[in-house]
């Protein structure tokens, strides 16, 4: 399994800054000996700190990717627009050592239609880039999210009932996209699990990469696991998107009773966490 982390919001947080923020989620792959993908949103990168970060990721050997410059939802919107804002993105990255030309839509969106799907697809590939796809998806971001409300409300919040769901809830995903991906391609694959430049991240990831080792799972660099015949495919499930995993085995069938649409999102997470009281 390689990581990938997504948008590069340095803002300040409760407990870190973005820059202390940054910090921790490197050194936790550094220790680990581990060379993570950056997807970074162009919006993000004008912050005080941006160069700084980005830097520090290209000298440690990590990818910096294209993740679009607005961040917008890709759905049947004009795909010559929305080239328009990738490479208005990549103006901003391409100065990095670390930049490659993946790009990975947001929010794993890759069109309603089949049209706007394959018209966006063709000027991707015509300007060089594959796409940065996601095998295990999570939503991260919302426990993110809650962490974020209770520190607000009590700045000295105990955090160990947020770090044991996260840890808990990026389980399950990996081996619910795993034990899927195993029945689509006849054995394992190599993973790119999806997380967010954000505070459980700094905090919770160098406890993650433990877990999944103890567990069994093999750490890999980005570069390698992107290197994979399997993220050369196209799926053409509707809506496109979402993991990899989940299109392949959308675009096949006979997975419907275990395919949630979306495939990851709050509102799964938000009754469990309410019975914790996160």
Not at 45 to 74: C, F, K, M, Q, T
Not at 208 to 215: P, T
């Amino acid at each position: 399994m390689a990581i990938t982390i997504d948008d590069f919001d340095l803002s300040d947080s409760q407990m870190l800054t973005g820059l202390e923020r940054d910090g921790r989620i490197r050194a936790a792959l550094s220790g680990h000996r581990i060379r993570a993908a950056g997807f970074v949103a162009g919006k993000y990168v004008h912050a005080p700190d941006s160069d700084e970060v980005l830097r520090s990721w290209s000298n440690g050997g990590h990818i910096i990717g294209n993740h679009s410059y607005s961040h917008a939802y890709y759905g049947t919107g004009d795909p010559d627009a929305y080239m328009a804002d990738v490479i208005k993105c990549e103006s901003l990255l391409s100065g990095y050592s670390g930049f490659r030309k993946l790009f990975r839509y947001p929010f794993l969106a890759e069109g309603r239609t089949a049209e706007a799907r394959d018209a966006l697809r063709q000027r991707l590939h015509t300007a060089g880039y594959r796409i940065g796809h996601v095998t295990i998806d999570t939503s991260d971001w919302y426990v993110d999210a809650r962490l974020h409300k209770r520190l607000a409300a009590n700045a000295d919040a105990d955090v160990t009932g947020y770090r044991r769901f996260y840890l808990d809830h990026v389980w399950d995903r990996a081996t619910l996209y795993d034990r899927l991906s195993r029945k689509l391609f006849g054995g394992p694959i190599d993973h790119t699990i999806l997380l967010h430049h954000r505070l459980t991240t700094a905090l919770f990831l160098d406890d993650l990469l433990k877990m999944f080792r103890a567990r069994g799972w093999r750490l890999i660099d980005a570069r390698a696991a992107f290197a994979s015949p399997v993220f050369a495919l196209e799926p053409k499930s509707l809506p496109s998107g979402q993991s990899l995993v989940w299109a392949v085995a959308k675009e096949r069938g006979g997975y419907d009773a275990i395919l949630r649409y979306p495939g990851e999102d709050g509102d799964y997470e938000a009754p469990k966490m309410d019975a914790l009281g996160l």
